[in-house]
C-alpha cells in the first residue's frame, strides 16, 4: 500500500515538473507559433476538418468558427462543452500537449470533466478580457486549471 502511494506522489510531481516547463514554453518561448503549426496533431486534424473546428474529445470542441453543425451538437447534450475562440489553434496545440502530459492522471471518466473544466477556463477568460485576452495568457490560464487535477 505504501509503494502505490510513493508510486502516485512521484507521478504527480511529474506531471507538475511537465506542466512548470509547458508554462515556461507558452510564456517565453520565441518560435512557440511555428510549433503549434508543425504540430503533427494540428496538422492531421486540420486536413481531416475543414470546418473550423481544431480539436475535438471528451465532449469538447474547439473552433475558431460556429457553424449550425456545432450549435447542434451543443444541444443534443447539455455536458458538451465548445471553445469558441480566435485562438483555436493555439488552444487545440494545448489540449493535446495537456492529453499527453496528463495521459496517467485522467482516466476514460474523468477525461470529460477535465476537458470541460479546461473550456470553461478559456471560455471565462475569454469573456473576462471581453475576447481581447492573448493567445499565451489563454493558454496559461488553462495550465493553472489543469492543476486542479495533480
Not at 28 to 44: A, E, T
Not at 71 to 85: A, N, T
Not at 124 to 134: E, N, R
Request: hydrophobic share 35%; aromatic share 10%.
Amino acid at each position: 500500500m505504501e509503494q502505490n502511494k510513493l508510486n502516485t506522489s512521484n507521478t504527480t510531481v511529474d506531471v507538475y515538473k511537465k506542466l512548470k516547463k509547458l508554462e515556461d514554453i507558452v510564456l517565453n518561448k520565441d518560435n512557440l507559433d511555428q510549433d503549434i503549426n508543425n504540430h503533427p496533431g494540428i496538422i492531421s486534424y486540420l486536413k481531416e476538418n475543414t470546418d473550423g473546428s481544431t480539436w475535438y474529445g471528451a465532449d469538447v470542441l474547439i473552433t475558431s468558427q460556429i457553424s449550425e453543425d456545432a450549435i447542434d451538437w451543443k444541444r443534443r447534450s447539455p455536458s458538451r462543452s465548445i471553445l469558441f475562440s480566435k485562438h483555436a489553434k493555439p488552444m487545440a496545440w494545448l489540449f493535446i500537449i495537456l492529453s499527453s502530459i496528463f495521459k496517467d492522471q485522467i482516466d476514460s471518466v474523468t477525461k470529460y470533466f477535465f476537458y470541460a473544466d479546461l473550456t470553461h477556463a478559456a471560455n471565462q477568460q475569454t469573456k473576462l478580457s471581453k475576447g481581447s485576452i492573448g493567445y499565451r495568457d489563454l493558454m496559461y490560464s488553462v495550465i493553472q486549471e489543469s492543476k486542479r487535477y495533480l
